[in-house]
């Protein structure tokens, strides 16, 4: 399954459970390219 990534003229805010996660995991700023990989695990 192929997640949509942002369109860069429109970024948006990201999701809490994935800031929440990323915290967990200690990644304090991800670029875009960290989010998707994040979004991609935890899509089930």
């Given at each position: 399954m192929n997640v949509p990534t942002r369109h860069p003229e429109q970024p948006r805010?990201?999701?809490g459970a994935m800031r929440s996660f990323a915290m967990m995991l200690g990644i304090r700023n991800p670029d875009a390219a960290q989010w998707r990989r994040l979004g991609e695990?935890?899509?089930v």
């Open positions: 805010a990201v999701p695990r935890l899509t």
